[in-house]
């Protein structure tokens, strides 16, 4: 199903990185734009930019989504906005590092910023749509979720928390009209990195994808209907599989007997 039409895309973290390249990405596509970040006068050159080269529609919204005031002005956008009818939950932060050296609010902001600010306007997103019954949740994890490292257990935590969450979130809303995706890009070259106890040249080039190409490639995703998109996985039914095996663990999980190799 193509996302190829005139409504309104809000899209969080919108002025650099992976949210500036999905924006651009969206008005190709002839979608109007609510951007969303914390630099008005980003926001505000992006959106003439966007304008200017596609013509469509681009309001801004100042918020920190690290912030409770930040999420709550974009949860009232969702609420009292029905021209918007796609959410991209693309903010986000991180940070590596040993969890023993690490500084107990620095990791407060970095769960608040990936998993509370996107649990919250993923709510807010799907009380509007289902009222409607329509609209697209795009919620963005990462490789990391998969790949987990040893300075990455809460950045790898929160955004394993967000397949989960995407995959309940398509068993809720299966036949209501709602569209969800869960986006599962590896590292983009991007300046989330900076600061983050990881640098950009410290990661191999091959490995690292340019945020339009990640963008492009999730979008065809979102338009072949997928649930779970990677956008550098060679072979689809490597995940599959990987699901597949999930599933088969599903009827021994809950069970009125533990198994007999703790009981001998």
Known sequence: MSTQK???ALVTGATAGLGAAYAEELAARGR????????QAR?????ANLTERFGVRVAVLSADLATPMGMRNVEDRLAADPSVDMLVNNAGGALFGPLSAADPDGLEWLITFNLTSTTRLAAAAAKAFSARGSGTIVNISSA???NILPVGAVYSGTKAYVIAFTQALAQEFAGSGVRVQVVVPGALETAIWAGSGIELDQLPKEAVMAPHDAARAALAGLDAGELVTIPSLPEYTKWEEYETARQELIPGLSLTRPAERYTG
Do not use: I, P, W
């Not at 109007?32 to 630099?39: E, I, T």
């Not at 926001?43 to 959106?47: K, V």
């Open 6 to 8: 005139a409504g309104t």
């Open 144 to 146: 990391l979720a998969l």
């Open 32 to 39: 109007n734009l609510l951007l969303v970040a914390r630099d």
């Open 43 to 47: 926001l505000e050159s992006s959106a």
